[in-house]
């Protein structure tokens, strides 16, 4: 069964999309240095300092990104392929939310971290997200889909003709 926040299985060295970054790290390092980042320097309200309405619209779009993400590795749990960058891919998954996007996870997860920003009332979280999204597409997703098109072949690439990266 596919581990979303583990490693180690075993799989062959090269059988995986060489990332620059794993996805957790990426999303993970600059909501932290976010933190750190309005102790050291606030910007605005400061952590919290939004009240409630920031509280609400915040965990909405939490909630909102939680959607695309829970659809898409629901996918791939039933197609048995492994959600992590770092294990190979053992299916293509074209079902669900990626009629729509190839990238409902990392769409899912911006819009987490972009909601958890609003829910602190973070603004540096806010001024990291455009360079977390800059090595998302050139340091995950773009590698990503090299070693698909690799393992994949003709049937990747029609995919890639027919849904969007994005949205």
């Known amino acids: 069964m596919a581990k979303f926040w583990e490693s180690g299985s075993g799989a062959a060295e090269g059988d995986h999309a060489k990332v620059a970054v794993r996805p957790p790290v990426l999303f993970g390092a600059p909501l932290l240095a976010a933190m750190v ?34 659809l898409a590795v629901r996918r791939f749990l039933a197609a048995g392929t492994n959600i992590p960058t770092w294990e190979p891919s053992l ?10 996007t190839r990238n409902p996870i990392y769409i899912g997860l911006v819009t987490v971290y972009f909601g958890l920003a609003v829910a602190m009332t973070s603004v540096w979280a806010v001024l990291l997200l455009p360079f977390l999204v800059a090595v ?15 393992k994949f072949g003709d049937a990747y690439r029609e995919f890639q003709k027919r849904v969007p990266r994005w949205l």
């Open 37 to 70: 980042l309005e102790e050291l320097l606030p910007l605005g309200p400061g952590l919290g300092g939004g009240g409630m309405r920031a509280v609400l619209v915040g965990l909405g779009l939490v909630v909102l990104g939680l959607v695309p993400f829970g």
């Open 91 to 100: 299916a293509l998954v074209e079902e669900g939310p990626y009629r729509c």
């Open 136 to 150: 998302l597409h050139y340091g995950v997703v773009l590698r990503e889909e090299a070693y698909l098109a690799a």
